[in-house]
């Protein structure tokens, strides 16, 4: 079996987890590869014993790989998804710090967890990207996202005006510091944190929900994720800021972006003890009223 692990840093609350996983995959004889500079890091800062591991440092390497192994935060998490791109490598998110819907593998259950997936008691979930487009290339090395695309105001108090189309349509001109268009796995991201809706992944939607809005009517609005949104960007400022996922660009206000679902997933490895809505509760601590 081959292993990719991929992250960036780690705390010395996780350098003994860190020491366990790498001594399972080796009690299972895994072939074990570690992205570069995550390597350089284990090495010289937690005192990782990386003598039989080999390293990678593009997505071009992850040849014959069967699980692609994300350590860190959700953050770290969505740039995994630049290297493992449309391979299929199912993915694994473990947490190496607090609160994390993608990376929810914990500490304390990661040693169950790397027996449950050696032994394949696990299941595939697909989850969605969208797919961005514009005529400047912006985002082009891998114009896609597994939890939002956002425009929002860059370096000014004034509030931006974007128009939104839904499938041609004009949805509503939104006065506002900016806008998300999230998938379902962005809605416990970005998108919840404004007023979004939460949707369970499997769900063919997308939510286009405004950042501080100007008008109080104006609400959150779920759509089918088989429509193509456009939008652009008016505003005094003239340069404003675009993110997809945890990259972004600044732009100007002649850009028009189409955002729509890719024709490739991702596929989330899930072990047979985890449960969306378990995680909703645990995370956003739903019942941690003494009442219930």
Known sequence: MRIALFGWTIGPIFYDSM????????????????????L????NEAGIDTGKISVFHSDKELVEVDFFLSIGGDGTFLEA?????????????INSGRLGFLADIAQAELEFSMEQLFAGKFILQPRALLKLENEFGLFSNFPYALNEFTVHKQ???QMITVHVEVGGDLLN??????????TPT?????????????????????????????????????ISDSEVVTLWVEGRGGRYMASLDSRSAPFDTDMVWKISKSDFHINVLKFENQSFYETLRKKLLWGADKRN
């Open 155 to 157: 370096d000014s108090s």
């Open 19 to 38: 020491n366990r996983l790498v001594e399972i995959l080796h009690r299972h004889q895994t072939d074990i590869l570690v992205y570069a500079p995550f």
């Open 40 to 43: 350089d890091f284990l090495q």
């Open 81 to 93: 998804i630049t290297f493992v791109r449309d391979s299929g490598i199912p993915m694994v998110g």
């Open 173 to 182: 001109t939104y006065w506002a510091d900016g806008l998300i268009v999230s």
């Open 186 to 222: 962005g809605t416990t991201a970005y998108s919840l944190s404004v007023g979004g809706p939460i949707i369970t992944p499997g769900s063919a939607n997308f939510v286009i929900a405004p950042i501080a809005p100007h008008n109080l009517a104006i609400r959150p609005v779920v």
